[in-house]
């Protein structure tokens, strides 16, 4: 189903992002005051009364900069507006209209799609006088808001859903696989995203730090749909020095959170980096299935094994994943991006294998009399009995006489002898043991 579209259009500064943030109901977009701090579209779903559409904020419009940022910012929110089926016009109730405002309103008009009016940092219940200038613009609706303390928001969300159509905000169950783009900055995250979407939908420039946000894009390949999560690059701590860089960061790791598979993308010229290695870990520890992405193949020299030895590289530095698939590819030429799907496909798959209780019985007590566990102080480790709770990634839930003698060398064992029957390829696999009587 086609999500109806909301776009949050204005200049910098008029409380795009804090009104977005209110809207869904968490904070996403990054809110600072600063110019140009919302750069990319950023789309969440949005909910009221039952009633469900897709909320997008857009970078602050100033028509007639020349600055080269600014310049790819006004082309993402005419992309935004071109998608609309309606848009909320943000101004700042205390400033008046300002002549941006008034080059805004006429680009708005051109697209000839409906409009409300948005006067926002209006928080007192009687309307000042000021506000109803806002009708010159030459829109027929305004709404007053404040979106700092929640002022007229529930007022704005009734006119919103009233002009909308009730077929495109129905509620929907959202299964589609969501894949998170994570690593350094500049490796080409954003890149590989608009080689995907086969669009201009992130912005792309040679400056490090450009995305970041996290941004969602949706992609249909034939009856599959997919969900992927654009981040800002990851930088090492020390070099975080902005506080916008350090939401960026928690932007990224929330990415992670909401992810199924993260694409953990490595500059194939520069190698594994320390922070490479942070980013999988995170991935690993939450649970994530991950795919290891080694971008920029193109720029490498081949020789007939380069391909085996750059893997046993990346193998002996990020040895904790090794259950993650090894992907080479180019985003700038399109090579093997797509077998990448091919890929995600397949992880997705083992993510959500089950075992039956029988099989995994069977399978757990082949490997305990190949290789029984080791004792403890005259002790001796019993397994009994072991099922699988849940998918997702797969966890299984082993009975044994004492959990405190379980090793984590036999633990590893007995994970690579499910591996060596069922795959379980690119997810980490969760065991929890409990104590039970003899």
Not at 178 to 184: E, F, L, N, P, R
């Amino acid at each position: 189903m086609n999500r109806a579209v909301v776009s949050i259009v204005g200049r910098p500064n008029v409380g795009k992002s804090t009104l977005f943030n209110k809207l869904i109901q968490r904070r996403e977009a990054i809110t600072e005051d600063e110019p140009g701090v919302t750069r990319d579209r950023l789309y969440r779903e949005a909910e009221w009364q039952n009633r469900y559409f897709l909320l997008v904020d857009t970078g602050g419009l100033v028509p007639n900069d020349e600055d080269v940022m600014m310049q790819h910012i006004r082309m993402q929110a005419q992309v935004a507006i071109d998608a609309s089926d309606l848009i909320l016009f943000v101004v700042d109730g205390r400033d008046g209209i300002l002549p941006e405002d008034r080059e805004i309103a006429e680009i708005l008009r051109r697209s000839g799609k409906p409009v409300i009016i948005t006067v926002n940092k209006i928080d007192t219940r009687k309307t000042p006088d000021q506000v109803y200038e806002f009708y010159e613009l030459g829109f027929d609706q305004v709404c007053v808001i404040s979106a700092e303390q929640s002022f007229g928001l529930g007022d704005l969300l009734d006119e919103i859903i009233d002009r909308l159509p009730e077929d495109q905000t129905a509620s929907e169950e959202d299964d589609r696989t969501k894949v998170a783009i994570v690593g350094k900055p500049n490796v080409g995250k954003s890149s590989l995203i608009n080689r995907l979407l086969n669009e201009e939908r992130m912005i792309v420039t040679d400056i490090a730090g450009t995305t970041r946000d996290a941004i969602d894009s949706v992609i249909e390949r034939g009856e599959q749909s997919y969900i992927f999560i654009d981040t800002a690059g990851l930088r090492r701590k020390r070099a975080i020095t902005e506080l916008v860089e350090r939401y960026s960061v928690i932007r990224t790791l929330s990415a992670v959170d909401r992810s199924d598979i993260c694409l953990v993308m490595i500059d194939a010229v520069e190698g594994v980096t320390e922070q490479d290695t942070k980013i999988a870990g995170y991935a690993h520890e939450n649970g994530k299935s991950i795919i290891l992405v080694i971008n920029k193949w193109d720029l490498i020299e081949k020789e007939t094994n380069t391909m085996r030895q750059y893997e046993e590289v990346v193998r002996n530095k990020l040895s904790f994943v090794s259950y993650a698939p090894i992907h080479f590819m180019s985003a700038l030429t399109g090579q093997r991006i797509p077998k990448l799907f091919d890929l995600i496909d397949s992880v997705m798959e083992h993510r959500n294998l089950r075992v039956s209780t029988g099989v995994l019985n069977e399978i757990v007590s082949e490997a305990v009399l190949r290789n029984p566990p080791p004792t403890n102080k005259a002790q001796r480790l019993k397994l009994f009995y072991t099922t699988q709770i849940s998918v997702a990634p797969p966890k299984f839930l082993v009975f044994v006489n004492k959990p405190e003698l379980m090793h984590f060398s036999y633990l590893r064992y007995l994970e690579n002898n499910l591996r060596q029957k069922f795959g379980f390829l690119g997810t980490p696999i969760l065991f929890e043991l409990r104590a039970r009587g003899e």
